[in-house]
């Protein structure tokens, strides 16, 4: 697929305000077609309009084309995730500033409970958006199915394995968590277990599977331990669940920093000193990884640029009206800091 | 204002099925009047609904009466408060909670730079939504000017003096700031600062105001220093800045937990201990406030319960066209840990 071009800004009704002099509302009255707006006012707007290059937006294409000008990012994570997790606002501004771009109003739709499927799918089905992002679908997820039979155009981010005949941007988990694991390995560390997360998704099976390649012979099933959430809580259970398994444990991948924030309070509670003790690795470099003290070597995700390039697609569709379905891999890299 | 009402829980589509045997598309093509449902499968349908009690949704209920069913949450915050901020995430699943028990749908729009919000403006008067809360509006908000002469019921969350004419559910900030700068000075500190933020909203402004009147007569205000962001690196700079102008201090009240973690770090990386050298208190009681080493001892600010608040009130002025301003103050706590 193509690079995404670098647009130029397209001219705001605050930049045809500041020519004219004039303020937002005087504008906005004028395009508006409302009265009380002197003729010299008018004028200069008028001008400034030409002069900056300013172009309608939405509401006034909407009149021409019945489309909505709108694409939904639809956000299906628990509560403790939604609230904690660095990635999700990350990937949620990195699709509004494209689609902001291009003119499409971004509106983002949370599930929290089968109600809220319930009513995104009707809502969906109200023609109220012209495409759709979907964040951490799951197998046999009913949003994907609903957005495939009302034909919506769709880009998922991450990949389920069981929507591939929807585009999806992610990125390649399994040979991230290799090579994490690797440089791990090449430490010294001869213990090294896993705290893995969310294995009903290709995110969390990946990540395992890569772990696992990495260690080739001396993977130990018995010092991998999972945990239903990337979050801190359940790292810290994680790690206590692996403690009790393996108090010579010397090394632990995380599956995401959050989880390796959890790991890392709880094994600082036990006495062991970090990197010196036990080598501690995470996932995504989210605002976590500098927070933990020391802070984390891990994977650096590129979560605003997934959130932006799943908007990119999502837009061509729209405009082309051609589904390109296949998986976009973005760029990861290990990022070495002092926990490990 | 009344206390909210605990609602019974509304059958669902999914209730539907699980009471018919049947999968949840099935109900779905019964209810949308599409073919190739067998006979014996629609009468269970149709005897399961009049079971459970399931009312029909938002869609179609719009067919109805013209309205859209969706309710906008409108945040308008910098990119770092974004993606750190766990206060955003929490109102924003109170409000999913609330809209959702009435059968709302909740799109959230983010505003991040001036076109978003001329494009947000224009997409409110699209009719894609029947009311609207707002998040951490500033003085002179565009949105909230639109929303006003839209006529679209809106609450705000946070109370800007400017829009005094809109509803808002908020805290008490200020008497919220006194009592836990009181605690701090009941620890037997002399030497106190603060580290303010946002200032140029009423949130800000108020905690600083409730430090200065706990303080009194010993309010020193070469001791405050002000920072722009609610954010963990606003913490760290405006705690350099703190010690760099009185390297005696020995008692903080930061605006914010992600304030006081970043405080927190900075006076580690100094050799103080924390609480014994200097103690630390912050604001909000979010996820930040456990993970900081040593706990924080906080406010903690309801902050699910503000978006479920606000939900309530925009949802009876829908439904009544009544417009009920003032100020909801909803309950804070003083919360003691180990950080002062």
Known sequence: MAEPRTRPKRATIFDVAAEAGVSRGTVSRVLNGEPYVSQSAREAIEAAIEKVGYVRNTAARNLATQSSGAVALIVHEPHSVFVEDPNIGAILLGTNAALSEADYQLVSLIIDTDRDTERVVSYLGGGFVDGAIVVSAREDDPIADALQRLRIPTVLVGRPDTAPELPSVSIDNRTSARQITERLVATGRRRIGMIAAALDRDSGRDRLAGFRDALGDRFDATLVVDVPLYSFHAGQEGMRALLDRAPDING?????????AGA?????????????????????????????????????????RLGARAAELVLDEIRTGERRSGVVLLPTEVVWRDSA
Chains 1, 2 share one sequence.
Not at 276 to 299: I, K, M
């Open 264 to 304: 890392v309070d709880v094994l600082r509670a036990d006495g062991r000193r970090i990197p010196d003790d036990v080598g501690v690795v995470g996932f995504d470099d989210s605002a976590w990884a500098l927070r933990c003290q020391p802070a984390l070597s891990t994977v650096r995700q590129p979560a605003d």
């Open 252 to 260: 632990v991948f995380a599956a995401s920093d959050a989880i390796a």
